[in-house]
C-alpha cells in the first residue's frame, strides 16, 4: 500500500509538471525563459534542503556531471518553450514517447536484443507518434512537437546517465543546483522578453519544489518497491492523466487523433517493455 500510495502521488506530480507548465506559459502569466528560471531555482532549493536534512552535500557524491546538468538543463528549456503551443496532454504524450524511445534505441545500440514483439510494439509506438504528428487540422504546431521531442531526448539522456549515480537524491540536487547558471544565461539573454505575474511565480515555483523537487524525491522513495519493468510500465500513465488534468482544470480538447495516438504509442511501448528485464 505504501508503494503504491507513492507511485501515484509521484505519477501526479509528473503530470502535474505539463499542467503548470501549459496553465503558466497558455495564459501568458510567464515567460518560458522565466518559468524554466524559477522551476530548477525552486528545485535546487528545494532538493538542497532535503539534502541538508539527510546530511547529505547538497553537490552531490562527486559521481555528477556537467554534461547531466546540460540535459536537465536542455530538457527543462524545451519543455517550457514547446508548452506555448502544445496542450498537456499531447505535450506528454510526445515527452514521453521521446523519453522512452531514446532509452530503448540506446539499448540495442549497446547490443541488447529484442524480440519480435517488442519490435512491434516499438513499431506501433512509432507509427502512433507519426499519426500525431502528420499534418492536419488537428496536429499539434511542428515547432512545438520538435521542441518537445528534443526535451524527452533530453531526458532519456539525462535518466541515462543517472543509472550510474550515487545517492539519487543528492546527485539530482547537485544537477538542479549546476543547472541554475545555464538557465540564468538564456533568462540574461531573454532579458527584454522576460514578465512575471503572481499566477506565474505561483506555478513555477510549484512546478520546480513540489512536482520536480518532492516529486522526484517520492519517486525514489517508491522505486524501493518496484521492479525496473514495473516502473518503466507505471509511467505510462503519465500522458493520460496530464490529457485529463488538461481537460479539467485547462478546458482542452480531447481530440479523436489525441485518442488513437495515445492507444497506439502508449499501447506499443507497453509491448516493448513486457517482459523487460525484472531487475530494482
Known amino acids: 500500500m505504501r508503494t503504491a500510495a507513492l507511485t501515484i502521488i509521484a505519477l501526479c506530480a509528473f503530470a502535474g509538471n505539463s499542467i503548470l507548465c501549459r496553465f ?9 525563459a522565466g518559468f524554466t528560471s524559477i522551476r530548477l531555482i525552486s528545485g535546487a532549493a528545494v532538493l538542497g534542503l532535503i539534502s541538508i536534512l539527510r546530511r547529505r552535500s547538497p553537490l552531490g557524491d562527486g559521481n555528477t556531471s556537467w554534461v547531466s546538468a546540460g540535459m536537465l538543463f536542455l530538457y527543462a528549456i524545451c519543455f517550457s518553450y514547446a508548452y506555448l503551443s502544445l496542450g498537456a496532454g499531447t505535450g506528454a504524450l510526445i515527452l514521453f514517447a521521446a523519453v522512452q524511445i531514446t532509452m530503448i534505441s540506446t539499448a540495442i545500440f549497446q547490443g541488447e536484443r529484442l524480440r519480435l514483439f ?29 521542441l518537445m521531442a528534443g526535451a524527452g531526448i533530453a531526458w532519456g539522456i539525462y535518466s541515462l546517465r543517472g543509472r550510474n549515480s550515487g545517492d539519487p537524491i543528492s546527485s539530482t540536487c547537485a544537477n538542479f543546483i549546476r543547472s541554475v547558471p545555464l538557465v540564468l544565461a538564456v533568462a540574461l539573454f531573454a532579458l527584454s522578453r522576460l514578465h512575471f505575474t503572481t499566477e506565474g511565480v505561483i506555478g513555477a515555483s510549484a512546478s520546480g519544489a513540489l512536482a520536480s ?21 507505471v509511467q505510462l500513465s503519465v500522458p493520460a492523466l496530464a490529457a485529463a488534468g488538461g481537460i479539467l482544470f485547462l478546458d482542452e480538447t480531447l481530440t479523436i487523433r489525441l485518442i488513437f495516438a495515445t492507444i497506439a504509442i502508449l499501447g506499443g511501448l507497453a509491448i516493448a517493455l513486457k517482459n523487460a528485464p525484472d531487475k530494482k
Do not use: E, F, M, N
Not at 503558466?24 to 518560458?32: V, Y
Not at 507519426?130 to 520538435?146: F, H, K
Not at 521492479?227 to 518503466?232: E, H, I, K, M, P
Open 24 to 32: 503558466a506559459l497558455g495564459d501568458a502569466a510567464i515567460d518560458p
Open 118 to 146: 517488442q519490435w512491434t510494439g516499438i513499431g506501433l509506438a512509432l507509427a502512433g507518434l507519426i499519426y500525431l504528428l502528420l499534418p492536419g487540422l488537428a496536429a499539434p504546431d511542428p515547432v512545438g512537437a520538435v
Open 213 to 233: 523537487g518532492l516529486g522526484y524525491v517520492i519517486w525514489y522513495a517508491a522505486l524501493k518497491g518496484l521492479s525496473a519493468a514495473r516502473a518503466a510500465t
